[in-house]
């Protein structure tokens, strides 16, 4: 199963795809999005979305927010900011 490395198109976004980078190198491809961008297609994919996020409701719509690995990432931050963003 290749990697899709999802970052961000800024600075910030291609720090943390050099980080990811540094980890997976050529075994992940990589793939800048801003904001408003259409969602790519990840099936049967193991994805990483790095500095970015997309809106909750279309993390719902994709069905990624069944995943327990980032209702961890996205929870404990969203409780903090006084939103919950889980399923």
């Known amino acids: 199963m290749k990697r899709l490395i999802i970052h961000h198109f800024d600075a910030d976004g291609f720090g943390a795809a050099y980080a990811a980078w540094t ?9 800048s999005i ?30 990624w927010l069944r995943d327990s690995a980032l209702r961890r990432a996205v929870g404990p931050a969203a409780r903090g900011a006084g939103r919950d963003y889980r399923a």
């Open 23 to 31: 980890k997976f190198g050529d075994d992940a491809e990589y793939l």
């Open 34 to 63: 801003n904001y408003g961008d259409p969602v790519p297609d990840v099936a049967g994919r193991e994805v990483f979305i790095l500095d970015f996020s997309f809106p909750r409701e279309v993390l719902a719509e994709e069905g």
